[in-house]
C-alpha cells in the first residue's frame, strides 16, 4: 500500500517502552491508563508496543493514524511533558532517543522510504527522570501519566476521535 491508497479509517496508539526499566516504561503507563479511565471509540486500537521493534511496522503501515506514547530523553528537566508532530519525530538513525528508539527509528524510516507512513502521526509522552533496572516509575515520571494521557486524548480530538472519562460513561 502507498501512501497514495486509501487506507481505512484506523487510529492505533501505540505505547513504548520497557516496564523493567523504571521510566522507559512510562508509555506503557500511560497507555494503561487510557484502558482503565478512558472511553475511546471503536476505530482507536490501543497497542502494548513495548519493544517490538520491526514487528510494528505492519501495524503502522495499515493504519491512518499513529499516537505514540513514550518517555523520551530530549534533554528537558525530568517530567517535562511533551507533543511531538510528525516532522518532530526521528525517521533517521543519527538521533538515540530511548533504549528501544532505535528499532523505531528504523520502523518509522522504512515505512517512510516504503510510503506507507501514515499521514497523521504524532508522540506524546515526557522528559524521564531515571532509567535502570527497576519495575517502577520515578515519582517525577509517575506524577505525569495523568497528564500525558490528556495530551493523548486531546491529540485523538484534534484528529476527530471523541473520547470521554470512563466515569462519564458509567453515569449516560
Do not use: Y
Amino acid at each position: 500500500m502507498s501512501m497514495n491508497e486509501p487506507r481505512a479509517a484506523r487510529t492505533l496508539v501505540i505505547g513504548l517502552g520497557n516496564p523493567l526499566m523504571g521510566d522507559d516504561g512510562f508509555g506503557l503507563a500511560v497507555l494503561a491508563r487510557l484502558r482503565r479511565d478512558w472511553v475511546l471509540p471503536p476505530e482507536v486500537e490501543l497497542v502494548d508496543g513495548g519493544t517490538w521493534g520491526m514487528r510494528l511496522l505492519p501495524l503502522i503501515e495499515e493504519a491512518s493514524q499513529v499516537l505514540l506514547l513514550d518517555a523520551v530523553d530530549r534533554g528537558a528537566p525530568p517530567g517535562t511533558p511533551f507533543l511531538l508532530e510528525a516532522d518532530e519525530l526521528p525517521r533517521g538513525l543519527a538521533l538515540k532517543l530511548s533504549p528501544h528508539q532505535i528499532d523505531l527509528r528504523e520502523v518509522l524510516a522504512l515505512a517512510a522510504l516504503r510510503e506507507t507512513l501514515p499521514a497523521e502521526l504524532a508522540a506524546a509522552g515526557a522528559q524521564p527522570a531515571e532509567i535502570g533496572m527497576t519495575t517502577r516509575l520515578s515519582d517525577t515520571l509517575a506524577a505525569r501519566v495523568d497528564e500525558v494521557a490528556r495530551l493523548a486524548v486531546r491529540r485523538l480530538g484534534r484528529w476527530g476521535h471523541a473520547c470521554r472519562p470512563a466515569e462519564a460513561a458509567a453515569v449516560a
